[in-house]
């Protein structure tokens, strides 16, 4: 992956398929939000958990230094990206309950991994975590990862999710361990509804593609541009999902449904033109 | 900058083989019905006037047209149509003078040369390019004086011969009346889109040669491409065409897309995905400064003396369908601000590719972008010649 010698700033803009997909998910999404902030806080007081990391948008982490601090739980944060540059606004945030000394927690491989990423001053790590990862398949710049490979990591920017930032595998089994003891607290937590919701996500196809400090990631309701580290040329990764949604829309290329017929130019009059043009 | 009014959507009567529209037509719906309410609704939200459009604008029935226009006239004072002209009937040139409404005609020359433009046969084809060639002469009979835009492909300008015939019939057309053309390269969709129709650099720089070339022999019909070249490199980029403007394919600036549900949309030319994608909230220039920053063996524009002047084009045309890239048509057009320039420096201009601000200006289009401002050249020479005066 080369990697060039310049740096986009922060920035992140959606499009969502249809203003169907934004009314129904955009409401889902703040719902998971609030659960997964709520279910890793109380984990945390039950002492299920002595730690946990959540990655999130800025006003996540005010609303978890408002939450935490009655419950007694630390919050140490790391600001992801530079304080001086204007833009979209992420925390990894480090949540500790009273029993536990957040500067004496033990070190993780995905802990050395973020810390590694960081001093290396890269925004993503995910093109690296694929290839650790055993059954991915490779075509040129194009990696395809069959489902039941974690997707959280494609899903910071627009959801709250545990773990650190950066992990060095998308098949691992402490991350895969987190994420089912995330889905089973926020059952028990009264989530039920927001836990579906999320595992619904995580099942659908998606599509990571970067490219001079853009990266583009595709899912079937909405689409996202934000920084990432600038690569010369694109580098895409595709995750086969086993799901779609209702509101997904059918498009004509990876992750979108694709029709079997395409109404223009798959007909015989078109095609007619086409021979009479050539 | 107005609002795209699209009440069917991109649903057409023709098909024309190299349609940016056709990803969408491909996978949408046939037809969606639209809401009156809505639409004027979003139209009033969006705060402007609006352009009829489609696919083909006139297929929405003509009391609906008529309601659409007799409104906007109120509203805005006139009214705006793009259209191929093929189903201008009496009663659409009758509410074209009623309700003041601005006829754009898309047509890529008489006869067989229009073929590309097709409608299911070759039968057909001939007989709505006809029609649509008898609209034009009806309209600039009745002083509407349309305004026309031609792709250049192979089906009309790909031999000599056919690029002859063009501009015998672009002539014509100032000779009865037409007074603005736009010439669109084509954007490609499909590499077999490509290989049939899609002109060679060389082919597309030697055409746009040619018209430039017309020009100087026509009374009063022009090609705004040329005029927008030289006024760039004269620094003053106010009016010009969106194609220059640092355009954000997430939202669009100068197309405004209101679909028949109120939805709002963006430009079809950036919809490589045939999904009409809601229009996102505050533009990013990011592509901007990426471009400005990657080598152009890469696919950006690192070190190109026009960068801010052509700002990689239009996202639409970008390398390999990828927005992310500078236009496939980087050639062509640095040919043409490379003659341009030629021309200013022989006259004594000094144009702005070589002028000793262009620096300044690329760092304060670069500080802009980055935070989220697409400040326009003419603001930032202010700016410069104020400090100057200050200091």
Redesign the interface.
């Known amino acids: 992956m080369e990697v060039?010698d310049?740096n986009?700033?922060p920035?992140?803009?959606?499009?969502?398929?249809?203003?169907k997909a934004?009314e129904t998910w955009n409401n889902r999404f703040e719902k998971i939000n609030g659960a997964i902030i709520f279910t890793t806080l109380k984990a945390l007081v039950k002492g299920d958990w002595d730690s946990q990391y959540l990655i999130v948008e800025g006003w996540s982490y005010f609303k978890i230094l408002e939450l935490a601090a009655p419950m007694e739980i630390t919050v140490k944060a790391t600001f992801l990206g530079n304080e001086n540059?204007?833009g979209p606004v992420y925390y990894e945030v480090l949540l500790t309950n009273k029993h536990t000394d957040p500067d004496t927690l033990k070190s993780s491989c995905c802990i050395a991994c973020t810390t590694a990423i960081r001093e290396k001053n890269r925004k993503e790590h995910v093109w690296q975590a694929v290839l650790n990862t055993k059954a991915y398949q490779q075509e040129g710049q194009i990696l395809s990862l069959s489902s039941g490979s974690d997707t959280s990591v494609f899903w910071q920017r627009l959801l709250v999710t545990i773990g650190t930032q950066h992990r060095c595998s998308l098949q691992c089994k402490r991350y895969a361990s987190l994420q089912e003891a995330l889905f089973d607290k926020l059952q028990v937590f009264g989530y039920e509804q927001e836990a579906l919701w999320l595992s619904e996500m995580y099942s659908w196809p998606v599509e990571w593609c970067a490219?001079?400090?853009?990266c583009?990631l595709?899912t079937p309701i909405i689409?996202l541009?934000y920084?990432t580290d600038?690569t010369?040329?694109?580098h895409t990764i595709r995750v086969e999902g086993d799901n779609y949604p209702t509101e997904g829309?059918?498009?004509?290329?990876f992750p979108?449904r694709?029709?079997k017929f395409?109404?223009?130019?798959?007909?015989k009059?078109?095609k007619?033109?086409?021979q009479?043009?050539? | 900058m107005g609002v795209e009014l699209r009440p069917l959507g991109v649903k057409c009567n023709i098909?024309c083989?190299y349609c940016y529209q056709?990803?969408q037509?491909?996978?949408?719906e046939?037809t969606k019905p639209y809401d009156m309410d809505k639409m004027k609704e979003a139209i009033l939200q969006e705060g402007g006037d609006f352009t009829l459009f489609g696919g083909e604008a006139l297929l929405v029935p003509i009391e609906d047209l008529e309601e659409l226009w007799s409104w906007g006239l109120e509203q805005f004072g006139s009214n705006s149509v793009q259209t191929n002209g093929s189903l201008i009937t009496d009663a659409h040139i009758a509410m074209f003078k009623k309700y003041k409404v601005n006829v754009g005609l898309s047509i890529d020359g008489p006869g067989d040369l229009n073929?590309?433009r097709?409608a299911?046969?070759?039968e057909r084809?001939r007989k709505l390019t006809q029609q649509s060639e008898d609209a034009i002469a009806q309209l600039a009979k009745e002083g509407l004086k349309p305004s026309i835009i031609i792709t250049l492909h192979?089906?009309n300008v790909g031999t000599a011969e056919k690029r002859k015939r063009m501009g015998a019939w672009i002539k014509e057309l100032d000779q009865i009346g037409v007074r603005a053309a736009r010439l669109h390269l084509m954007e490609v969709e499909?590499e077999?889109?490509r290989?049939?129709?899609h002109l060679t650099e060389k082919e597309n720089t030697e055409t746009l040669l040619y018209f430039h070339q017309l020009e100087s022999e026509l009374k009063q019909l022009r090609f705004d491409i040329f005029s927008e070249i030289e006024s760039l490199l004269k620094a003053d980029d106010h009016g010009l065409s969106c194609v220059w403007k640092a355009c954000?394919p997430?939202?669009t600036s100068a197309v405004r897309g209101v679909e028949g549900?109120g939805?709002r949309s963006?430009c079809g030319r950036t919809n490589?995905?045939?999904?009409?994608?809601?229009?996102?909230?505050?533009?990013?220039y990011?592509?901007y400064?990426?471009?400005y920053?990657?080598?152009q063996e890469?696919?950006?524009c690192n070190g190109c003396r026009f960068f801010a002047m052509c700002k990689g084009h239009c996202p639409g045309t970008s390398l390999?369908g990828?927005w992310?890239?500078r236009t496939e048509h980087c050639n062509v057009w640095k040919t043409l601000f490379e003659l341009t320039e030629e021309r200013m420096i022989a006259e004594g201009e000094v144009p702005l590719s070589t002028h000793g601000i262009l620096p300044f200006v690329e760092q304060k289009l670069i500080e802009g972008w980055?935070?989220?401002i697409n400040p326009s050249i003419q603001s930032l020479i202010a700016q410069a010649a104020q400090q100057q005066k200050v200091s």
């Open positions: 060039l310049y986009i700033p920035f992140k803009t959606m499009g969502w398929v249809s203003d934004k540059v204007k490219s001079h400090g853009i583009e595709r689409k541009a920084d600038p010369a040329i694109p829309a059918p498009g004509k290329r979108y694709k029709r395409l109404r223009i130019t798959d007909s009059s078109f007619a033109g086409l009479h043009g050539s | 098909a083989q056709h990803p037509r491909d996978v949408e046939s073929d590309v097709w299911g046969n070759l084809t192979r089906g499909s077999s889109i290989a049939i129709y954000d997430y939202t549900n939805q963006n490589k995905e045939g999904i009409d994608f809601v229009k996102s909230g505050l533009p990013s990011a592509r400064i990426s471009l920053h990657t080598p890469h696919g950006g390999e990828d992310r890239n980055s935070q989220g």
